[in-house]
């Protein structure tokens, strides 16, 4: 099961006043829009729910757009033959909500092996931070870690971060963690660590499966090759709290190549730590 399905997650999306459902045992959020009527949103389930029991479900609440987004264990198949059965009514979103495609690694493996699995200048670039004196540690300070994704995502950063301090209150401390990337300023006369971070992650923890649902950094957090550092140890927390997978959560999907295009550059960075490419069913598309 993914975290959005999970009844954390449903804790979470009500503070974000969305109402709460279950339908032949799936979860399922709705809220009403002025104008737009009712959307309702189906997020990462094992199963599809029955048709027969969810379209009074759709009719009782007046629902004209479904975002259905399954688990990548569904196929592309039976998820096609399961929305042509929606009625003429109820539009199907074919824009995703949730990313597409994502990139998972094995942390059962030894923790060199999977050092090994990174491209050689990831690995540099793991080494030359330490060098340089950067330092991770893992933090409770959500706001510190909403500042710094905010000033690395520019001028509309805010977006980004938008219900991340209610995520972090639901999940943590049992299935939430937050890195915080420092630099070390070094002089003739001092040593120290700045406690200003430059670059920091937010984990989710959820079925053996650790989640690097956010990540930022300061322009001197990647002087200093923060990010890869930052991720690197990410894998090593997940692996000490018994994660067996690292799940890069998103890349650019190459099947719907007009979507996300600003993904590529971050695509490039999550592809250099190894792992395998996990893709999830379409929705419109076969």
Excluded: C
């Amino acid at each position: 099961m993914e975290p959005q399905q999970s009844p954390l997650y449903a804790k979470y999306m009500s503070r974000l006043h969305w109402q709460i459902d279950h339908v032949d045992g799936v979860q399922i959020f709705y809220k009403r829009f002025p104008l737009l009527g009712t959307l309702v949103k189906i997020h990462r389930p094992e199963k599809l729910p029955s048709l027969k029991k969810l379209i009074p479900f759709l009719e009782s609440h007046r629902v004209r757009r479904l975002v259905v987004e399954p688990a990548a264990s569904i196929s592309q198949s039976s998820f096609t033959r399961w929305y042509e059965g929606l009625p003429s009514g109820v539009r199907l979103n074919r824009s995703p909500f949730l990313p597409t495609k994502t990139i998972r690694i094995d942390l059962t493996q030894p923790t060199e092996d999977i050092f090994g699995s990174f491209i050689e200048s990831k690995r540099r670039a793991v080494r030359r931070a330490a060098k340089l004196g950067v330092t991770v540690e893992e933090s409770q300070d959500i706001d510190a870690l909403i500042r710094v994704k905010n000033a690395s995502s520019g001028l509309f950063g805010f977006i980004t971060t938008t219900g991340i301090r209610e995520l972090w209150n639901i999940f943590s401390p049992r299935h939430a963690a937050i890195l915080l990337a420092y630099p070390t300023s070094v002089s003739r006369i001092t040593y120290h660590v700045s406690r200003k971070p430059i670059g920091g992650v937010l984990l989710l923890f959820w079925d053996s499966i650790a989640y690097y649902w956010i990540a930022g950094a300061a322009k001197e957090g990647k002087k200093y090759f923060a990010p890869t550092l930052l991720a690197h140890e990410a894998m090593k927390l997940a692996k000490k709290r018994k994660a067996r997978q690292f799940d890069f959560v998103g890349v650019w999907d190459e099947r719907i190549p007009k979507e996300n295009l600003s993904w590529k550059g971050f695509t490039k960075f999550k592809e250099g730590f190894g792992g395998e490419t996990l893709y999830y069913p379409l929705a419109g598309r076969l």
